[in-house]
């Protein structure tokens, strides 16, 4: 999954992420195949980005995979590994790379 500018979307790309506004209603849901038409609406509606399935869009930065992340969080830790507050910082941000990785 990709979040990128909705400048950048193109018809056919699905949404991996519900679209909303800025009161957090949604206006597209999760699977949502991209139309030309669909894409100028959101537009209209002052939507600056979205998040789709897979990496379509080369954005110039490498993309880690979660074990990758899993590793590099596991170097920066190791130092801190007995402190309760450090350890929950850690799992905090792992599950944040899960959801943001797509992967279990």
Known sequence: MQKIPLKLAKAGMKLAKPVTNDRGMTLCGVGIELTEEMINRLSNMGVARITVEGHP??????????RQLIDELNVRFKPVEGDPLMIKIKSILLERFKKKTGEE
């Open 57 to 66: 869009i080369d954005t110039g930065e490498s993309v880690k995979s979660l």
